[in-house]
């Protein structure tokens, strides 16, 4: 009966897998490695395109708040127009003093005669129906002063009239400065002394408010220009201003060489996973 047994027991032994023995390889077919390329390339093209895109501050408009070489990751779905196919998304209208991503209403000509459309970031200013005008540096909106801690403060040193008692002087054209269009359609909007934000619209202006063209120099910016807000800074790199001007390949390889030679030194660790505000 024992040896009857034992022999059940063994067989019921040899039936069952043995723990730790090596299993059999499955190899992915060339067919399902690009099918998951495929697959986190179309996840990554969706983020980019919808929900979030990278931004890298090429001037100081913004300083101290945002610098030069400051590589932001901005929200593009909170202040879109809102979408039936995503209901569960938060969305809302842009804020006074909300940083705003953008496209610059005027467009830049490049060196053939084309226009472009420069990405911008600036403060949220005014929204539509402010009454806005600056006193001595001192942004006051519906006749209330507003405490911009963050912007660059006026001094006897640094005052300038059209930038600081705004829109007491008006714009003029000049090269790199106010534009044409907005020099002539200034005036319609300017009511006892306030500049009148219309409806749609939306004024900006840079932190850095002596070093910043903005609203003051090219007016109002649409609603539908508005593309998101930055929410974090995710890398920081010592950049001088004029880097982002250089368009030659051999300017652009010599950066990313000087880049990758002091990328530890040059980064700006504290910034790193800065929020923005």
């Known amino acids: 009966m024992t040896r009857k047994k034992d022999q059940a027991i063994a067989e019921a032994q040899e039936t069952q897998p043995v723990s730790g023995a090596p299993q059999e390889r499955v190899e992915e077919t060339p067919f399902e490695a690009l099918a998951s390329i495929c697959s986190v390339l179309v996840v990554g093209l969706f983020i980019l395109t919808f929900l979030a895109q990278n931004f890298v501050i090429p001037s100081g408009s913004m300083e101290k708040t945002l610098l030069v070489g400051d590589h932001l990751l901005v929200d593009r779905i909170t202040l879109a127009p809102p979408a039936r196919w995503m209901p569960l998304v938060h969305y809302r209208e842009p804020r006074r003093g909300d940083i705003i991503v953008f496209i610059k209403p005027v467009p830049d ?71 044409e269009e907005w020099a002539v359609d200034f005036p319609n909007h300017v009511v006892n002394g306030d500049l009148v934000v219309p409806k749609g619209m939306y004024f900006m202006m840079g932190d850095n408010r002596h070093d910043s063209l903005d609203s003051r ?51 700006r660790w504290e910034r790193t996973f800065h929020v923005t505000r």
Request: no cysteine; hydrophobic share 40%.
């Open 217 to 267: 120099f090219w007016g109002f910016v649409p609603r539908a220009n508005i593309i998101g807000r930055p929410l974090f800074n995710y890398w920081s790199f010592k950049t001088p201003e004029s880097e982002y001007d250089q368009t030659g390949l051999g300017a652009r390889m010599a950066w990313m060489a000087h880049v990758a030679l002091h990328f530890f030194t040059e980064t």
């Open 109 to 179: 000509l490049d060196a053939s005669g084309q226009p472009q459309y420069l990405y911008l970031v600036k403060r949220l200013i005014g929204v539509p129906g402010d009454h806005i005008h600056l006193r001595n540096g001192i942004v006051i909106i519906n006749g209330v002063a507003q405490a911009f801690p963050y912007a660059q403060p006026t001094t006897p040193e640094n005052h300038n009239d059209f930038l600081d008692e705004f829109p007491s002087v008006p714009p003029y054209p000049q090269p790199g400065g106010a534009t």
